[in-house]
């Protein structure tokens, strides 16, 4: 059995401000070096085999705060990345409603590819979903944490489970420094065991843009 723990990275001003990140290379503030000092310790107790992060900093630093418990290095992976949010990169949610609104209200509705640049969900998906499956070979029969994005880790999950961008719809999205865990064996492949884990911390629900 390989355990696979997809892990969000902690908060950022971006976040705290409803700004759209994307690829944006954004840091954690306090409050996100917060979470991950603080959510280290619980990820640790599951004795990784190994770690595998987001060039992204705001994800590479996350992972850090679990590998310095570990001992365990930090692999970055570029697939791990955020979904690109092309023309929205860097507005706020309110400023993209105002300049964009037919594409807006398509993201809103549920478009895997609602146009103004924004990469298409299947194609995230396929990209996380590859990455993830690399992470998770790296330790067959052990397990794997992986430090990546809101919107790129449910696409990526919901690509290695086989389900329809239309069903991850109804999959709430992770909590800054909150994670998800997957399992695979050779009967049942890839399944759901747990999503959004996590401690409590101050603010720690933002969208995942």
């Known amino acids: 059995m390989t355990r696979l723990i997809i892990w969000r990275h902690g908060n950022t001003d971006w976040n705290a401000a409803s700004r759209v990140q994307g690829q944006t290379d954004v840091p954690l503030n306090d409050l996100g070096r917060e ?7 619980v990820l640790a107790a599951l004795r990784p085999d190994a770690i595998v992060a987001s060039d992204l900093r ?19 992976d570029v697939r791990l990345r ?3 949010f092309g023309q929205w990169q860097g507005l706020t949610l ?14 809103r509705a ?7 640049g924004l990469e298409p969900l299947g194609d995230l998906g396929a990209r996380l ?9 790296l ?38 420094c909150h994670w ?5 064996n050779g009967v049942r492949g890839w399944h759901l065991r747990a999503h959004n884990v996590g401690l409590v911390t101050r603010a720690a629900l933002t969208d995942a843009v």
Request: no cysteine; hydrophobic share 40%.
């Open 35 to 41: 979470q991950a000092h603080a959510a280290a310790p």
């Open 58 to 76: 705001r994800a590479a630093d996350t992972a850090a705060a679990l590998a310095a418990l570990t001992g365990l290095p930090v692999r970055t």
């Open 82 to 84: 955020e979904r690109h």
């Open 94 to 107: 309110t400023e993209v409603a105002e300049r964009f609104p037919d594409e807006y209200a398509r993201w």
């Open 110 to 116: 549920g478009d895997p590819d609602p146009g103004a």
């Open 129 to 137: 979903g590859a990455g993830f499956q690399d992470a998770a070979d």
């Open 139 to 176: 330790a067959v029969g052990g397990t794997v944490v992986v430090t990546t994005h809101g919107g790129g880790a449910r696409q990526g999950v919901g690509h290695l489970l086989g389900w329809d961008h239309t069903v991850l719809r109804s999959l709430g999205s992770l909590a800054n």
């Open 180 to 184: 998800t865990e997957l399992r695979h």
